[in-house]
């Protein structure tokens, strides 16, 4: 099963900056100019934070700081119309200060973060108080806790503890995403069974990787995605999975999965996200955006619009 280490280290080779084909749909000016929003932003300043997976992951480039300025410039041109921030992981105790951080920027209006899903550690003392004041500010819509570092162990979120807390979210309107390995989708089923209240968002396609062989592991992904789907309150980003191809990537061999996963939950239920920083230790914002309507290109562009924008917009609220 691939670390949160070993996840990051595939991608942190050289990036591919190659041309990715911008021809897009059948009605390419609809799409080309179709707004998008961003469900997976993310956002540091190193002089505010401390991230403490940048001392211990070989991903030299995430080292400094991204902060608003950086994502506009990386965005320019592409109609980025609304963003949703996702926590990166602050230490522990700078929780409050991320929250404070990105709640100003959604307030500030110049800029296209609306809202927010930031960090929180379910089953642990303290996190009742934390998530209901949580839930009385309009911009945070959600909690995530990575699930595949190499200090979380599998079935770490079928603790008690844990369940309880994730139960609380839905009672308060809050959402949970879940960042797993790809081989425990089928174990966190068994969370989302035990909470039916709150809504899940399963990150980057399941992190199956996209260069994999292994005909087991890729058939338990498929499986445990299928079992996703089958309970209502899941939604799944398209997102992350380029940072699992070669240096060399094409649009085509991001396909498969991309495709297995869109046609699983279906198109009422799925977001598009772009995942930057993280992405560009494979590719540019845009090159990841040109290569996902390059593989929707010939799906209805309803379809398209639901996938970049629509179901974003209902999902959050925004």
């Known amino acids: ?10 991608a942190a080779g050289t990036v591919a900056l190659h041309s990715t084909s911008m021809t897009f749909a059948k ?19 190193v002089k505010k934070f401390t991230l403490p ?38 230490a522990p105790e700078q929780q409050q200060a991320e929250v404070d951080y990105v709640t100003d920027l959604c307030q500030r209006g110049d800029n296209p ?21 949580l839930a009385q500010n309009k911009y945070i819509k959600g909690i995530r806790q990575v699930l595949h570092g190499a200090s979380t162990p599998a079935g ?9 807390s994730v139960q609380l979210l839905g009672e308060l309107g809050l959402s949970f995403d879940l960042c797993l390995r790809s081989g425990e989708v089928l174990d966190v089923v068994k969370l989302v069974d035990q909470c039916p209240k709150t809504r899940f968002i399963i990150d980057h396609c399941g992190n199956m ?24 309150n899941t939604v799944c980003k398209i997102s992350g999975i380029i940072v699992t191809a070669n240096k060399d990537w ?18 009422d239920r799925i ?32 379809f398209q619009k639901k996938l970049f924008h629509d179901n974003a917009a209902k999902f959050y609220g925004i």
């Open 1 to 10: 099963m691939t670390t949160r280490r070993e996840f990051l280290a595939s």
């Open 27 to 45: 009605d390419a000016t609809v799409t080309e100019t179709l707004p998008i929003i961003e469900t997976h932003q993310h956002l540091w300043d």
């Open 53 to 90: 997976w940048h001392a211990t992951e070989d991903v030299p480039s995430l080292r400094r700081s991204y902060v608003m300025s950086d994502y506009l410039e990386a965005t320019k041109g592409l109609n980025v119309f609304k963003t949703v921030y996702m926590e990166v992981d602050v």
């Open 113 to 133: 973060m609306k809202a927010a899903v930031v960090s929180g550690r379910p089953g642990t003392p303290g996190f009742e108080p934390y998530a209901r004041k």
């Open 156 to 164: 770490f979120c079928l603790q008690p503890k844990f369940v309880e």
């Open 209 to 232: 990787s996209v260069t994999s062989t292994d005909a087991a592991a890729r058939s338990k992904w498929q499986e445990g995605m299928k079992q996703m789907a089958a309970r209502k």
């Open 250 to 267: 094409k649009a085509a061999d991001l396909a498969a999965n991309i495709n297995d996963t869109m046609n699983t939950f279906g198109e």
């Open 271 to 302: 977001v598009f996200a772009g995942d930057w920083p993280v992405c560009t230790l494979k590719a540019s914002f845009a090159q990841w955006v040109g290569a996902l309507k390059e593989i929707v290109k010939d799906r209805p562009v309803a």
